[in-house]
């Protein structure tokens, strides 16, 4: 019998084409794969790869059993949220993924009233702009601000964000001409706010740049310049007021997803219905 684990290395080789890029997704050295692969082999009593200098083609009982074994990975993925719903259940811990802006100002100072209606609920809140992968165990829910492409997902929108531009009040005070920008880097010049605020300063200068959206806001409120914000978050800084603009600030939509499998939970049920709630009581995500 062979060994499912050496399977699994066989299959992330087939579909990545390559020991390194095999190795780096799996976090282990190449020579690991390479020796998952020859146990396969010897265990199968088939040749799977042609060995070559620089490359591992698949031989053609190599694609037969990749093909096979495509739905491995499917697999694997529903038994772990199989696994994470049971542990839900019974530890009562729930993980969220959001941005910050929102878990922060939206959903923490909701928190209280949450834990009084169901005590024996944990939540853990990760604030994060990074994209959460539910199918990897991440987070439980995610809020996001793109649409979930995922096809398998349960998939709602429950919100939008809106943005605005942002400094202090003696900073209102001068010329708009004089007026100076902080931005995020240039990585995140695709972002739909970024490209407002590039578009407002026209050829005034970028004087700082940071990728997170708190060191922006700190720099700010030290008058380095002006900078877009939510308007969930610049409205309630009371360092900072709203600057007067020729356009209205972008909206994002604002989305909940899970998958269905979790959504069975009762406190992942009772979590959803939590952040809606405290989404849609919030004026400034409407």
Same mark, same amino acid.
């Given at each position: ?34 020796? $998952? ?16 200098? $620089?490359?591992?083609?698949?031989? &053609? ?15 694997? #993925?529903?038994?772990?949220?199989? #696994? ?5 259940? %019974?530890?009562?811990? %729930?993980? +969220?993924?959001?941005?910050?802006? +929102? ?20 939540? %853990?809140? @990760?604030?994060?702009?990074? %994209? ?8 439980? +829910?995610?809020? $996001? ?19 605005? @531009? ?28 970024? /490209? ?8 005034? #200068? ?17 008058? =380095?310049?002006? =900078? ?11 360092? @900072? ?6 356009? &209205? ?21 009772? /979590? ?15």
């Amino acid at each position: 019998m062979f060994d499912w684990q050496d399977l699994y290395f066989f299959t992330v080789l087939a579909r990545t084409q390559s020991l390194s890029a095999a190795a780096r997704e799996l976090n282990v050295e190449h020579a690991t794969v390479g020796r $998952r692969v020859d146990a396969l082999e010897k265990a199968l009593g088939l040749r799977l790869v042609d060995r070559l200098p $620089r490359s591992r083609p698949l031989t &053609e009982e190599g694609r037969a059993l990749a093909a096979l074994a495509e739905g491995m990975n499917t697999l694997a #993925s529903d038994v772990e949220r199989l #696994s994470r719903m049971a542990a839900i259940d %019974v530890a009562g811990t %729930v993980k +969220i993924s959001a941005p910050p802006s +929102i878990a922060t100002h939206c959903i923490t100072p909701h928190i209280p009233r949450l834990r009084a209606l169901h005590p024996r609920l944990n939540i %853990v809140l @990760l604030p994060s702009t990074k %994209v959460a992968a539910l199918d990897k165990g991440e987070a439980d +829910i995610a809020i $996001r601000t793109v649409r979930p492409e995922e096809n398998a997902l349960v998939r709602r929108k429950i919100g939008k964000v809106r943005f605005g @531009l942002y400094a202090t009040s003696s900073f209102k005070n001068l010329a708009e001409e004089r007026w100076t920008f902080i931005a995020y880097d240039q990585a995140r010049d695709h972002l739909p706010q970024q /490209v407002w605020l590039h578009q407002l300063r026209g050829n005034r #200068s970028v004087v700082f740049a940071a990728s997170d959206l708190a060191s922006q806001q700190m720099a700010a409120r030290l008058d =380095v310049g002006a =900078v877009v914000l939510p308007t969930i978050l610049g409205d309630q800084d009371p360092s @900072l007021v709203r600057l007067p603009v020729s356009t &209205e600030g972008p909206t994002r939509d604002v989305w909940l997803a899970v998958y269905p499998d979790l959504r069975r939970s009762p406190a992942v049920k009772v /979590v959803m219905d939590f952040l809606v709630d405290c989404i849609q009581a919030e004026p400034r995500l409407g």
